[in-house]
């Protein structure tokens, strides 16, 4: 494990309106392996953070770096292999409805230029990582929302990514289904990927109660107290979904 911080986020500031800053002065470092939710209340600049570590929007001010790199400064031709290496799941899962689970897992495996056979190999394995093996050719319109969200899950892990940033990942979902999903974050984590939830919602909390959180607030990040387990996972293996 390395003691350089992977996210390294210096007096960011992010304004989409002049004289109105989302974030105003956010400092981060988060390192290699870790579980973080950032927590604050609807509006408080949370998917705004998301989108900057994902580079599809620019700071106001400060920087960021990713494993070392200004991920702003990032060449056209750098940055599709940089978005792969950063997997994002979202509230409303975003998928390609009248597709089917295995088009919509494949996407970013062929975007990455993968062999057909290796293609058919991973999505097979994802989708026996999120339990949906046995729906890989119904269209993803016919799933329940908390099925939606793992055909989700597994595309965003589809590469093999550095980080998974999920903004909101249950906020449709009921409990049961939110269950399922943070149970899956956990085992994404507990396989070495850093995980950055973001959430409103306290009651995620109880789920990984040993995870960081950090609150943001005022366009400001707060750190709450160190919870006493250690935040790193103990097994570091290959994805589970190999
Ligand atoms: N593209 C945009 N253009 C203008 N204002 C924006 C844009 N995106 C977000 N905002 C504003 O920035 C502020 C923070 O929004 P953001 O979505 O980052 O908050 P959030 O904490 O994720 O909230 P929620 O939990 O409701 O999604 C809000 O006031 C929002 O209206």
């Not at 990582?129 to 050719?137: A, I, P, R, S, Y």
């Not at 940033?165 to 085992?187: F, R, W, Y």
């Amino acid at each position: 494990m390395t003691s350089v911080p992977f996210i390294q986020c210096f007096h960011v500031a992010k304004s989409y309106v002049a004289g109105e800053e989302v974030l105003r002065d956010a400092n981060l470092q988060v390192f290699k392996g870790e579980f973080l939710f950032l927590m604050g209340p609807s509006g408080a600049g949370k998917s705004t953070f998301l989108k900057l570590l994902l580079g599809l929007e620019a700071p106001t001010r400060g920087h960021i770096l990713v494993d070392g790199r200004n991920i702003h400064r990032l060449s056209r031709k750098e940055i599709p292999a940089y978005r792969r290496k950063v997997g994002m799941v979202f509230q409303d899962f975003r998928l390609l409805n009248q597709d089917s689970v295995f088009h919509n897992v494949a996407l970013p495996l062929v975007a990455a230029g993968r062999s057909r056979r290796w293609i058919r190999s991973k999505v097979k394995s994802l989708l026996q990582f999120v339990g949906l093996d046995g729906k890989t050719h119904v269209p993803c319109c016919r799933l329940s929302g908390g099925e939606q969200q793992r055909v989700a899950l597994a595309r965003a892990v589809a590469n093999d990514p550095w980080v998974l940033l999920a903004d909101e990942p249950t906020g449709n979902l009921d409990a049961c289904a939110s269950a399922v999903i943070m149970e899956l974050l956990k085992a994404v984590h507990a396989r070495g990927t850093t995980v950055v939830v973001a959430t409103h919602d306290a009651s995620l909390l109880e789920h990984l109660p040993e995870a960081r959180r950090v609150h943001i607030q005022g366009g400001i990040f707060y750190e709450e107290a160190e919870a006493a387990a250690p935040r790193f996972p103990s097994a570091m293996g290959g994805p589970v979904w190999e």
